[in-house]
């Protein structure tokens, strides 16, 4: 009677190991998925929601994540010579259009570059925003914090948003 008892209790600790386990898998791929293009931070949290995760945990996950990649991804594309390639590939016409707007842009972009990355919407998030600002050849230092509150503020709304505190209907 007292074996059963212990090989009850024992299947229990290893079922809430298990558990335990799982929802830790759950929390990494939020971490992971917010690292990657596209999805980031915003759609972390639109999948820990459909998971049934705590989102109050995958909050600052999923900014951590998203926020590693900002200085990671500036040093791949200058490795890569990302702006030469993008010269060569669009050349004059790349540059007659950014010579016509640099004067309104250099006077409204970190606002331009932080409200592109802040609304929660794909392909505006901080890959696009980090290809923007080499493109342009913008400060990297000042992009990289702009794009990191950019990061915070989207993963907010996405946040919000999950859990029906801001409706858009």
Known sequence: ????????????????????????????????MSGIPVIEGRGAIAYAAASGLNLWYVFPLA?????????????????????????????????????KYTSEF??????ALLLFVAVPLPVTGAFTAIA?????????RKSTVVIGLGVIISTTIALLLSLGLINLL
């Open 1 to 32: 009677d007292t074996s059963f008892c212990h090989t009850l209790g024992l299947l229990r600790v290893v079922y809430k190991c298990f558990e335990v386990i799982c929802n830790m898998i759950g929390y990494l791929i939020s971490f992971i």
């Open 63 to 99: 900014i951590l994540g998203n926020l590693i990649i900002i200085p990671i991804t500036f040093w791949l594309l200058d490795l890569a010579h990302f702006s030469e390639w993008v010269y060569r590939l669009f050349g004059k016409r790349f540059e007659k259009k950014i010579k």
């Open 106 to 111: 250099e006077k409204w972009e970190e606002l």
């Open 132 to 140: 923007i600002s080499r493109i342009l050849n913008l400060k990297k």
